[in-house]
């Protein structure tokens, strides 16, 4: 697979209460110890990694981030597509680039560069 998935997030208001939720569910170690309260699951073999934390507005979503070489040139395809820039490219700190895009029927998706 050329673009695989590469990262999954689940977000809301409360991210302690789906931190533990999603922990006790299916005994993930979820490990939020840094200023965002962000939960860095850990990755178990066969699995990808992701986190569960707050979500910036408030609204709670899922999503997941495939990986592209170029996020700008992933976007302008999605463009061309039917799809749509949401949230241009970013960089996160200490971390890859991302950008989020609908779909055609308004599916948030995540982009990432490849690392």
Known sequence: MPNPVAWFEVSGPDASALQSFYGEAFDWKIDASNPMNYGMVEMSEGGIPGGVG????GTPHA???VAVDDVQAALDKIGK????TVVPPM???DGPTIALFADPA???IGLMKSM
């Open 54 to 57: 707050p979500s910036p507005d």
């Open 63 to 65: 999503i997941f981030y």
């Open 81 to 84: 597509l039917g799809g749509m």
């Open 91 to 93: 960089d996160v700190p």
């Open 106 to 108: 308004g599916n948030m």
